[in-house]
């Protein structure tokens, strides 16, 4: 459900006029490539023709260009490059086997450990839709990626049964991220087989919830034990649960919402541990139907001279900016292809956090562009800057390993 309302779009021109260096390098400095190599122990031991640093760059272009194979993606990535001359006089194209190789030598630690040590909060002071009482507005959510259909990753991420019982065509790796609302930057996520059930990853993720979030979640994700970790990390939360559930009633607030306890539902001793208090929020929303659906929503906002019923239920509606943000990543930026290419379950995880990483890149572009403008980042295409982001590594993305 995007902001209503209608903004002039950014230009292309506007958004390429902020590419004055390759945006890959520009988001990932060669220097900080090199120290996350090291650290993760694959800096190179003899001098190879397609080193540790170029295969990093090489896994986030993948991302790029997701419909070209690995020679089109190389080509594309050292188009127009300022090699060094000796170097580039001694240089063929690589082959297919010989990507591979380099690409499985560099694991996807090195991948992973780079998205983490760049990604950052986005949304400045003013970014639409992006804070609620001084809190930052994040979502939690899940998705699913199709893999190749080899052994090895039916064997390690297996695959969802279908109606009828029998298995998908593909096996599939489930993903589990926490984005920012108001600019659709993913900041963290968990990655893990298809069996693995969301609430599973999320529980990885909302240990690092941070103090100053108000993190926003689907009716999915509720459950007491995961609440409680969350709640525990300092962050606020915001979460729609089942209408079923029925919190102990404390008292009415002033705007209608109601502070109740909870308890876990299930499980050995339930009833010893320690209720937590949270606000309640019921509301419905009136869209001409004769029977509204009807929400319920818990906080971890107790006053509501924080933030009251009818701005939480307001800024619930965020959430839905997460699923915006896997459509961009799935539908525009993976592209038709659909299905992953990596064969073997490490270079799938390389692959899908150079997708992180990419999609990060493009949404530092688009936030730029916007901030430049005065616009709200909502309101720039994240197709034009993809193509942009395309164009800009051609002109110049990383520079060669010493």
């Not at 899940?142 to 019982?165: H, I, Q």
């Not at 308890?263 to 001793?269: H, M």
């Not at 990543?329 to 995880?349: A, E, F, I, N, W």
Request: one cysteine or more; hydrophobic letters at 40%; aromatic letters at 8%.
């Amino acid at each position: 459900m995007p902001r209503s309302g209608w903004v002039k779009p950014v230009s292309d021109r506007r958004l390429s006029d902020l590419v004055s260096v390759g945006l890959l390098t520009r988001v990932f400095p060669a220097e900080l490539v090199d120290q996350v190599i090291a650290d993760a122990g694959r800096t190179e031991q003899r001098n190879r023709s397609l080193p540790a640093r170029v295969m990093a760059y090489f896994s986030i272009g993948m991302a790029l260009h997701s419909e070209g194979s690995y020679e089109d993606v190389f080509a594309q990535l050292t188009d127009g490059l300022a090699w060094s001359s000796g170097w580039a006089a001694s240089w063929s194209p690589p082959s297919k086997s010989a990507i591979f190789q380099a690409r499985s030598r560099l694991g996807f630690e090195p991948v992973r450990d780079l998205f983490a040590r760049v990604v950052v909060p986005l949304a400045g002071p003013q970014t639409p839709g992006s804070w609620l009482a001084g809190r930052r507005l994040m979502a939690i959510d899940g998705t699913v990626l199709d893999l190749a259909d080899t052994s090895a990753n039916a064997e390690f991420f297996g695959r969802p049964a279908s109606s009828r019982g029998e298995h998908a065509a593909f096996p599939q790796a489930r993903l589990v991220a926490l984005a920012e609302c108001g600019t659709h930057a993913i900041l963290d996520a968990e990655i893990g087989p298809c069996s693995t059930s969301e609430i599973a990853l999320s529980r990885e993720l909302a240990g690092r919830f941070k103090p100053g979030m108000l993190v926003l979640a689907d009716r999915g994700f509720y459950g007491f034990p995961l609440w409680q970790h969350a709640a525990d990390t300092g962050a606020d939360l915001l979460w729609r649960v089942k209408t079923n559930l029925r919190p102990r009633y404390l008292e009415t607030l002033t705007d209608g919402s109601w502070l109740a306890r909870i308890i876990p539902t299930s499980g050995p001793g339930r009833q010893s541990t320690t209720p937590l208090t949270v606000r309640v929020v019921d509301y419905t929303i009136d869209d001409g139907r004769d029977n509204p659906d009807a929400y319920r929503l818990l906080t971890t906002i107790l006053d509501p001279a924080d933030a009251s019923a009818e701005e939480l239920a307001t800024i619930y509606s965020e959430r839905w900016e997460i699923e915006s943000t896997f459509d961009e990543l799935k539908t525009h930026q993976r592209g038709p292809r659909g299905v992953l290419r990596s064969q073997s379950p490490d270079l799938v995880k390389q692959e899908i956090w150079g997708h992180l990483c990419c999609h990060y890149a493009i949404r530092t572009l688009m936030v730029d562009a916007a901030a430049h403008a005065g616009r709200d980042p909502d309101r720039v295409s994240f197709v034009a800057a993809l193509r942009i982001a395309r164009r800009s590594v051609t002109q110049g993305s990383f520079p060669p390993s010493p």
